[in-house]
C-alpha cells in the first residue's frame, strides 16, 4: 500500500518527551507490588480458586499412574477383570471431577481477574484526578488515555489467567519430574536433558521481548494522542483544507504502531517453536532409551506408558509457561508506565494538619509572590497586591503579562515559588484544597461543558441543589430564556463538549454553574470574550446584583468589562504597573490609558 508522504513541519506537531521506554530490569518487587491488588479477594475468590487448581493438578498427576502402571501392569496385563473395572470407574470420577473443578476455577479466576482491573483502573483514575495541572501540562490527553485504558487492559489476561495458571503449572511440572524420578531416574535425566539449552535461549529473550511490549505502549499512546487531538480539532483541519496531510501523518503514526505490534508478536512467537523443538527432541530420547531400558528388563511397559503420558503433560505447562512469560512481560511493560503515574506526587499538596477554610469574607493577599512555570522566565516578579473581600477587582495587561497565574495562585493550582498568597490573613498552603477550592467559582473563556444534560451542567458544583435552586441560577444570569426553547428544556442531553449550544449559550451555563455553586471568590477569566454585546449587557446586570458581597476577579481583554470594578491591576511581564479605578488609570494616562485608546481605536476602524 503506498503511503502518502508526510511534510516535516507536520511530523513536528506532536511531542512525546514523557512516554519514553522505562529500561529496568525486571525485578520481583514490582511485580508483588501488581500482586498487591489481589489482597481483597484473599478471604474469598482467591483461595477458592487456588483450591480448585490443587484439585485439578492432583486430579491430573494420578490419572496417568492409574492407566499406566496399574491398568496396564496389573489389570490387563495380569487380566484382572474385577481390578479393571474398579480403576475404569475411578478414572472416569476423577475425570468428572477434574471437569467440575476447572468450570469453576475458570468462572472464579474471571471474576478474580475483572475485580483486580476494575480496582487497579479506579485506583489510577482517582490518583490523576488528584493530581497537580503540571502534570497535565507536560502531557496530552491521549498519553494519559493510553495508560488509564490500555495499559490496564494488558494486565487483563495477567490477572485473569496468568497468576492462577503460573502456580498451576508450576506445581504440574514440580508434581511431573518428582513423580517421573521415581518411575525412572535414568530415562528422566535423559529426556530432560534439553531444558538447561531451552531455559538459556529463553532467558537471553526476555529483556529484547519486554521492550517490544514497551514500544508498542508508546506507539499506542502517540496513535491515541493524534486521534484525540484530530477529533478536538476538526474544525479547524478542515477550515485550513488540512485533511490530506492530517491523513497522511495519522497513516505514518499508524504505521509506526503496527510495526512495533509485529515486531512484539514475533518475538513472542519464537517461544512456542522453541518449546515443540525441545518436546520432538525429549520425545525422540524417550522412545529410543525407554526402548532400550524395557528391554534390558528396568522399565516395564506400563511405567514407560505412565512415563509417556507425563512426558506429554510436562511439555504443556512449559508452553504455557512461556505464554503467561510473555504476558509476565507485556504486564511489566504496562505496570511500569502505570506505576510510573502512581508515583507521581501532587506538586501542590495538603500540608499535615491543614486546616479548613470556612465562612470567609474574601479578603486576599499576595505578599512578595514569586512563581515561574518552568524554572527559567519568571510570571509574577514580587507581585504584592490586596483584593478586599467583596470588591470587584480587575487584572489587566497583554498576553503572558501574569494576570491567569494570578488566578492559578488563587485557586492553588500552583504554589508561588517564594512569598503568600493569602485568604483572610490565612495563607493558603495551610489549608485543606477541598475547603478553598468549594470557596470559589471559576468561569473559563473555553468553557468546558460535559456529557449529560443541562440540569447537570449547571449543578457539577453544587449536586445537592434541587431542580428549583437551578432553574433560579439560570434566571437570574439569563439562561432561563434560551433554556426553556430546547427540545427538552432543562432535561435536554447537550452531547460531548455542549456542541449542540452557541458559544454564547455554553458561556450563560458557566455562568449559572458558577453562581449556583454560591461562592464567596468568583474567578472570570475571559468569561464575556465569546458573547455578543447584547448578552453581556444582559449579564453585567446580573453580576451586579448576584456579585453584591463577593469577591470577584475579572480578567479580561474587552476593557470594556471593567469599567465599573473597585479596583485594576495593570501588570507588564508579571509586575504591577499601575493599579486604582478607572478613572483614576485614566488621569494617570499611563499604561491603562493607552490600552483603552488602542481599543477604542480598533473599534472605531471596526
Known amino acids: 500500500m503506498k503511503k502518502d508522504k508526510v511534510s516535516p513541519n507536520a511530523l513536528k506537531r506532536f511531542h512525546y518527551s514523557q512516554d519514553q521506554i522505562i529500561d529496568k530490569p525486571f525485578n520481583w518487587e514490582q511485580l508483588w507490588r501488581l500482586l498487591t491488588y489481589l489482597k481483597p479477594y484473599s478471604k474469598n475468590l482467591l483461595p477458592l480458586s487456588i483450591l480448585m487448581v490443587l484439585i485439578t493438578t492432583g486430579v491430573r498427576l494420578v490419572i496417568p499412574i492409574l492407566i499406566g502402571v496399574y491398568t496396564l501392569d496389573k489389570a490387563i496385563i495380569e487380566r484382572d477383570a474385577s481390578l479393571l473395572t474398579i480403576l475404569v470407574g475411578i478414572i472416569a470420577g476423577l475425570y468428572i471431577l477434574s471437569y467440575v473443578s476447572n468450570v469453576l476455577r475458570i468462572r472464579w479466576m474471571n471474576q478474580l481477574g475483572q475485580g483486580v482491573i476494575y480496582d487497579l483502573r479506579k485506583h489510577l483514575f482517582s490518583h490523576v484526578q488528584m493530581l497537580s495541572h503540571r502534570f497535565f501540562d507536560q502531557r496530552s490527553a491521549g498519553s494519559i488515555l493510553v495508560r488509564i485504558m490500555n495499559d490496564i487492559n494488558s494486565l487483563q489476561e495477567l490477572f485473569t489467567n496468568g497468576v492462577i495458571n503460573l502456580l498451576m503449572d508450576m506445581l504440574m511440572l514440580v508434581g511431573i519430574i518428582l513423580i517421573l524420578s521415581t518411575l525412572s531416574p535414568e530415562l528422566t535425566l535423559a529426556v530432560l536433558v534439553i531444558l538447561p539449552l531451552m531455559f538459556f535461549i529463553s532467558t537471553s529473550l526476555r529483556k529484547k521481548i519486554r521492550r517490544s511490549w514497551q514500544s508498542v505502549r508508546i506507539k499506542q499512546s502517540k496513535l491515541n494522542s493524534h486521534l484525540n487531538e484530530s477529533i478536538q480539532g476538526i474544525r479547524v483541519t478542515q477550515s485550513f483544507t488540512q485533511e490530506k496531510e492530517n491523513m497522511a501523518f495519522f497513516d505514518g503514526v499508524n504505521t509506526e504502531n503496527y510495526d512495533s505490534w509485529k515486531t512484539a508478536t514475533k518475538k513472542n512467537a519464537m517461544f512456542r517453536p522453541l518449546v515443540e523443538l525441545t518436546n520432538a527432541v525429549g520425545t525422540a530420547v524417550l522412545i529410543w532409551y525407554g526402548a532400550y531400558l524395557i528391554q534390558g ?310
Do not use: C
Not at 515561574?372 to 516578579?381: F, G, M, N, T, V
Not at 476593557?559 to 491591576?569: G, Q, V
Not at 488621569?587 to 485608546?597: A, M, P, R, S, T
Open 297 to 606: 528388563g528396568s522399565l516395564q511397559l506400563g511405567e514407560f506408558v505412565s512415563f509417556a503420558f507425563y512426558l506429554g503433560m510436562f511439555w504443556e505447562p512449559i508452553s504455557r509457561l512461556g505464554m503467561v512469560y510473555n504476558q509476565l512481560l507485556m504486564g511489566m511493560a504496562s505496570s511500569e508506565r502505570i506505576f510510573e503515574f502512581l508515583d507521581e506526587k501532587p506538586i501542590v499538596h495538603e500540608k499535615a494538619g491543614a486546616k479548613d477554610l470556612t465562612d470567609i469574607k474574601g479578603d486576599i493577599v499576595f505578599d512578595s509572590v514569586e512563581f515561574s512555570y518552568d524554572e527559567k522566565r519568571k510570571a509574577l516578579d514580587k507581585i504584592s497586591l490586596e483584593m478586599k473581600a467583596g470588591e470587584t477587582v480587575a487584572l489587566v495587561g497583554h498576553t503572558g503579562s501574569g494576570k491567569t497565574t494570578i488566578a492559578n495562585l488563587i485557586t492553588r493550582f500552583y504554589d508561588p515559588t517564594a512569598g503568600k498568597v493569602m485568604i483572610d490573613g490565612i495563607d493558603l498552603k495551610d489549608v485543606t484544597l477541598t475547603s478553598l477550592r468549594n470557596q470559589i467559582s471559576i468561569v473559563l473563556q473555553d468553557t468546558f461543558i460535559f456529557s449529560g444534560t443541562i440540569k447537570e451542567n449547571i449543578r457539577f458544583g453544587r449536586p445537592d441543589a434541587n431542580d428549583e435552586e437551578v432553574k433560579e441560577a439560570a434566571k437570574a444570569i439569563g439562561a432561563h430564556r434560551f433554556i426553556e426553547k430546547l427540545p427538552n428544556g432543562y432535561e435536554t442531553e447537550v452531547e460531548e463538549r455542549g456542541n449542540i449550544l452557541s458559544v454564547g449559550e455554553r458561556q450563560l451555563l458557566s455562568f449559572a454553574r458558577a453562581l449556583l455553586a454560591n461562592p464567596s471568590i468568583i474567578i472570570m477569566d475571559e468569561a464575556t470574550a465569546s458573547i455578543d454585546t447584547e448578552t453581556e449587557v444582559q449579564i453585567q446586570l446580573a453580576l451586579k446584583k448576584l456579585l453584591n458581597g463577593r469577591t470577584a476577579i475579572i480578567i479580561a481583554h474587552r476593557l470594556s468589562t471593567i469599567r465599573e470594578s473597585d479596583n485594576i491591576f495593570v501588570l507588564d511581564h508579571g509586575k504591577i504597573i499601575e493599579s486604582g479605578n478607572h478613572d483614576q488609570l485614566m488621569d494617570l494616562q499611563g499604561e491603562y490609558f493607552h490600552l483603552v485608546k488602542a481599543q477604542f481605536k480598533m473599534l472605531e476602524v471596526i
